[in-house]
């Protein structure tokens, strides 16, 4: 009566427990499970019935099958010592899996012989899933471009991953252990102690810009987030700060904010241009459609110009390229011969000579050598002079055309061929006519009107 009893007391304390235990005779035929044993296997086991174990089916952590009379229990009874450290993989009867660590002991009686055996199954669910989530995070820190470095409260290093090796050229070996105050140069050393105390008081340090330096002494703008770190107990005992070179953000911050003058100067000069055509041609239309049309011929012109330049990025364009854009609306372009070294033309250059071309092609169309089936274009250029002071020269000379008396009735076209153009490259421009056909002939400094080595690289 006693042990039935003591047996009843021991069961009421095991059925209490949260923890998956049961027993088993000697010869591994369980005796008794705990309600959180048949929670966990997900299964009723048979008592006096089911052996070894309280599982569906058993597998070792590499995945491979375990029979169970080859478990941490049945080892246990068969060589009647405890099983310690022996991680297994259970499967339950709908499909799911649980990791485990199983703790079999062997019971004697006081004669200390094997009566049984008692074991308990700690589930390693959430263990697994924090162990992935800190392995991840680990991976993560380690696989970052960005530099991620963690620091106790008196600045010390305690960790660096390989962005931080990379943009600050310590290997971990090197910074670990030192303070973080080597990565600031002397002049912010005054930070630190702001943002530490800052950290003190659990905040976290929005993402500011700053100069850190290197191992060899060079400096390297960042963006810098600092943040509590906490452990268990939720105690801040330090921070962990993420550093990420800026240095290409920042250059091409310069050059947007270098294209934005340059287009807003560009965008000046085509208003000048602009206006200076509606000026002119005002002053010689004899209608408001009259005007209306010319001004925006010229205008297309000038746009194909800038689209001839934006899609070379505005590194400039050929002679070549430029009268191919700009005899698009023109007919005859087979009767024009171009030749002349290989040039790139500089962006300014690009505008002002298309509005040149443009002028002259328009004048031949209505007056020359377009305007007809007969005569020839020929537009040639060359380079003269030493390598100090070199000469650009172009000429367009139409021959055998029509008899022609003016261009433009001495309107924007002269304007753009005798002072615009030229001036636009610091050259000199002329323009004759001859019984047949004009001749436009320009001299400017080649510096001034070939693109720059830097423009076109």
């Given amino acids: 009566m006693e042990l039935r009893q003591q047996g009843s007391t021991y069961h009421q304390i095991l059925d209490a427990l949260p923890v998956a235990t049961y027993t088993t005779d000697q010869h591994g ?26 599982t569906f089916k058993l597998f070792t952590p590499e995945g491979k099958e375990l029979p169970h009379d080859e478990c941490p229990m049945a080892i246990a009874l068969k060589e009647n010592r405890p099983v310690r450290n022996q991680e297994a993989i259970a499967r339950r009867p709908d499909g799911s899996f649980f990791p485990f660590l199983p703790y079999p002991t062997p019971l004697r009686d006081e004669h200390g012989n094997l009566i049984g055996a008692v074991n308990m199954l700690l589930d390693l669910t959430d263990r697994q899933r924090a162990e992935e989530v800190r392995q991840h995070l680990s991976e993560i820190v380690e696989s970052s471009f960005d530099a991620i470095v963690s620091k106790d409260l008196n600045a010390i290093i305690k960790s660096w991953n390989h962005g931080a090796e990379r943009l600050f050229g310590y290997t971990a070996d090197e910074a670990i252990g030192r303070p973080v105050t080597m990565l600031i140069p002397d002049n912010l050393q005054d930070e630190e102690p702001r943002i530490l105390e800052r950290i003190r008081r659990g905040e976290r340090v929005e993402t500011y810009e700053t100069i850190s330096q290197r191992k060899d002494g060079s400096l390297v703008p960042v963006s810098l987030t600092v943040s509590p770190m906490r452990n268990a107990t939720g105690r801040i005992i330090g921070a962990s700060k993420i550093a990420r070179d800026i240095t290409s953000a920042r250059e091409n911050e310069h050059r947007i904010r270098m294209l934005m003058r340059e287009v807003n100067h560009r965008v000046k000069n085509q208003y000048s241009v602009i206006l200076s055509m509606i000026r002119e041609t005002n002053k010689r239309s004899e209608t408001p459609s009259q005007f209306e049309s010319q001004v925006r011929e010229r205008i297309m012109a000038l746009s194909r110009s800038h689209d001839l330049l934006v899609s070379a990025d ?10 191919a854009a700009q005899a698009r609306p023109f007919p005859r372009g087979d009767v024009i011969d171009m030749s002349g070294p290989s040039l790139v033309l500089s962006p300014n250059s690009v505008q002002y000579l298309g509005i040149a071309f443009h002028e002259l092609a328009t004048n031949s169309a209505k007056y020359g050598v377009l305007s007809g089936d007969k005569g020839q274009i020929a537009v040639t250029w060359s380079v003269s002079g030493s390598r100090a002071s070199r000469t650009f020269h172009l000429t367009w000379a139409e021959t055998d055309g029509p008899m022609v008396q003016t261009i433009g009735h001495g309107g924007f076209g002269t304007v753009v061929l005798k002072r615009v153009a030229p001036a636009a490259v610091s050259g000199q421009g002329n323009l004759e006519y001859g019984p047949h056909g004009i001749t436009w002939s320009l ?7 070939e693109a720059s080595v830097a423009n076109r690289a």
């Fill in 443 to 449: 001299e400017a400094p080649l510096a001034a009107v």
């Fill in 29 to 54: 035929t369980i005796t008794y499970y705990n309600r959180a044993a048949a929670d966990l296997a997900g299964t009723e086991p048979k008592v006096g019935k089911d052996k070894w174990c309280v």
């Fill in 314 to 323: 505005w590194k400039g364009a050929t002679i070549n390229e430029l009268w």
